[in-house]
């Protein structure tokens, strides 16, 4: 028997006697994305009663928490989340959650030099190897800080969690480890597809039209990075590189279509760059013991310096609304938070950074409120209460579905002619009225 087995038996416990080790005014990181923790969710929730005041980092949620449901109205928990997904913003809506303002790529940093204490890491991971390796799965992200961080290690092993090759960062050794958990076969969450709009593959053909062979792809998140995916695996495009911050299922469409091959990646040659994945099953056996897709820590893939190693980088990530002086906002509809930052600011710079590289933020022209009354995206100015996600002077490419305009270098006056151009032609004349008033509208302009 080795060494390695003894420690994992050692350490073995029940998942009622790994969370006892969790004291009222702890900060727990929690779940993040595809690495749920169902069993030792569920072991933490039935503490509700005896504890107070304890912090759980956490974020992407692909399934609902037995912590929350047991604590409605946030009297023993507290839900902070670096990302709202579709859960998370539904915990916002109760009053449970509150976002953490943050640059993606700075995450492990944050936890290591700017939270003054972690009291424990809770991590799902896949069974042990024979060399006492637990393999973090499809998400790396910041975990290689919050096991160097944590006072106390407790995993939860997933029978089910593909085993995913790195990279570096992409495992725990189990004598770093002080609890192991059992949790048997409690499957991957399944993300289906966003339905893709006729809206969406418009925007989507602007943003083809300008790819060349041997880019280098990094998707967002949503119904129009899809559906240009989709796109991308149908067209005749070849040498794609990925280096990205999510993996999704079009990357697997790309793959299987013959247009991704990284060879014309200048680091990471023929390999498949991401710190998170989440989508279907077919994605999660993708992953699975393939030496062609490489999971890293967040500081490495979203690193401006690190991507932007890439030659011809082309970074395709949505947004909410933006203002006529080009500035983004991808996280909130005034005050009322949607997602978060994430790392679309870090490939919109490493994008432009990049040799040949570009950067495009795509969106619908318009959206329709509850009401049914119809609004642009495009604005005088940002809605009040409006964050900044991107700055103006980083914004290069915009694509609607009226046309894509390059903003990088351009004058007010340029930029919100170039917008104006874009947006869905009920609201021009109004646009120009409002850009008349904040003297960035030429006489000359039509």
């Known amino acids: ?93 109760m009053g449970r959650a509150f976002y953490v303002p943050l640059r993606y790529s700075e995450v492990p940093r944050y936890i290591l030099e700017n939270i003054s204490h972690i009291d424990v890491f809770m991590v799902q991971v896949s069974p042990m190897d024979q060399h006492g390796n637990f393999n973090f799965g499809p998400t790396i992200s910041h975990y290689p800080a919050a096991a160097e961080k944590a006072k106390i290690v407790i995993v939860e092993v997933n029978e089910d969690m593909p085993i995913a090759h790195g990279g570096y960062g992409n495992y ?42 041997g880019d280098c792809i990094q998707l967002g998140i949503g119904a129009m990075p899809n559906a240009l995916g989709q796109m991308i695996a149908a067209s005749d495009l070849k040498d794609l590189g990925v280096h990205t911050e999510m993996l999704v299922d079009s990357y697997v469409d790309m793959w299987e279509a013959g247009r991704i091959s990284g060879r014309k990646k200048q ?21 699975h013991n393939n030496p062609q897709v490489a999971g890293y820590p967040v500081d490495y893939t979203n690193d401006r310096f690190i991507a932007s190693r890439n030659d011809n980088l082309v970074s395709i990530n949505n947004a909410l609304e933006i203002d006529l002086s080009g ?14 930052a994430g790392g679309q600011l870090d490939f919109v710079d490493a994008a432009y950074n990049s040799k040949g590289g570009r950067s495009f933020i795509c969106m619908e022209s318009t959206f329709t409120d509850a009401e049914g009354k119809r ?49 869905h032609p009920d609201f021009r004349e109004d646009l120009i009225k409002e850009a ?11």
Not at 43 to 72: C, F, N, W, Y
Not at 384 to 400: F, K, L
Not at 436 to 446: A, G, P
């Open 267 to 287: 680091i990471d040659k023929g390999r498949m760059v991401y710190t998170f994945a989440g989508g279907t099953q077919k994605l999660y056996d993708f992953i």
């Open 172 to 213: 725990i050794h189990v004598s770093e480890v002080d609890y192991i958990v059992e949790g048997g076969h409690t499957g991957m969450p399944q993300i289906p597809t966003t339905p893709i709009t006729d809206v969406d593959r418009k925007i989507a053909q602007y943003v083809l039209d300008d790819l060349r062979d």
């Open 1 to 93: 028997m080795s060494t390695w087995v003894e420690e994992y038996r050692r350490k073995l416990t029940t998942p009622d006697k790994a969370v006892g080790v969790v004291k009222s005014g702890d900060w727990i990181i929690y779940s993040y994305a595809a690495n749920t923790l169902p069993v030792l969710d569920l072991a933490l929730a039935k503490r509700t009663p005896e504890l107070r005041d304890i912090q759980l980092l956490a974020g992407v949620s692909m399934r609902p928490h037995a912590v929350v449901k047991a604590d409605p109205r946030g009297e023993h928990f507290t839900w902070d989340c670096v990302h709202f997904s579709v859960i998370d913003r539904k915990y916002y809506e």
């Open 436 to 446: 008349e008033k904040l003297k960035i509208w030429r006489r000359s302009n039509k």
């Open 327 to 340: 500035q983004v906002c991808s996280e909130t509809i005034g005050p009322r938070m949607i997602s978060g």
């Open 375 to 423: 609004h642009s995206r495009i604005r005088p100015l940002l809605t009040e209460g409006a964050v900044v996600t991107d700055t103006r002077p980083m914004v290069q490419y915009v694509a609607t579905e009226y046309g894509m305009a390059n903003l990088k270098g351009g004058t007010t006056w340029q930029r919100a002619e170039r917008l104006i151009g874009l947006a």
